[in-house]
């Protein structure tokens, strides 16, 4: 794993054979987020931030826009009130951790690396040639995730000839255009998206092929933490049931090479890894 991305004292490489990933917290500064437990109001987040860094987590990932299925655009002030006094926060509190926003909105971005941010997670793919700009400008470290369609719509009718093929050549074909441009390999991580545009078959060919996107030689995000997913293979309706199943999920991302886990429980997260490392090891 890349030591921009997960520092050596996070990653717990260890003898069984299996890197411990780098955990990514979710603070949602949104009032509309799937999961509820996940919004946080600014003193809300603080005090969350500071739990998930003590219970290991390298990262943390700040949002202000809803991206979960139907969910409705913000303005892009709105967006700006909503993380950027968080990002600014817990940067000066905990100048040490790494901190992610989660915007489609390179007006977003930028102030939230002005403020302290490290990386951007672009749910849109770097759709925009703006925020392209942005990352090469900046040098800064990103997460492309691939979407089909728009948060509003994209599960109405997702619809691929090969799922995994045609998410992994988009992934690879915006990161190669990254590189060919100057950035650093080493500062691109890619996210196959689950649950964005995906039906339940494709969320499953998608998780069932990380090799496949590790062949890509870029660290690898895993974002499946209590989704829809996980319900429909639990059974479970609700986000506040699905903490076992995402973290039968997590296991297995873990075991075939995820480089990060992006979960709402850290602590949770953190010690079923620590478990499985002590056993094997």
Known sequence: MSGN???????GVNNSGMDKPALMGILN??????YAESRYSLDDALTEARSMIQ??????DIGGESTRPGAEIISIDKEIERVIPVIRAIHNKY???LISVDTRNHQVARLAIENGAKMVNDVSGLRDQ???????ETGCIV?????????GSMQEQPLYDDVVEEVARYLESK??????????????????????GKNHQHNIALMRAISRFKASGYDLLWGISRKSVIGQLTGKSTAEERLAGTLGSSIFAALNGVD?????DVDEHNDMLNVYQALVG
């Open 55 to 60: 219970s290991g987590a390298t990262w943390l």
């Open 29 to 34: 500064i949104t009032p509309d987020s799937f």
């Open 143 to 151: 997460c492309i995730m691939h979407m089909q369609g728009e948060p």
């Open 175 to 196: 990161a190669a255009d990254l590189v060919e441009r100057g950035h650093s390999k080493d500062k691109i991580i890619i996210d196959p998206g689950i649950g964005f």
């Open 260 to 264: 990060i886990l992006r979960v709402h």
């Open 5 to 11: 991305l997960a520092p050596d004292s996070r990653s």
């Open 95 to 97: 100048p040490e951790i």
């Open 130 to 136: 703006k925020m392209v700009d942005l990352v090469l």
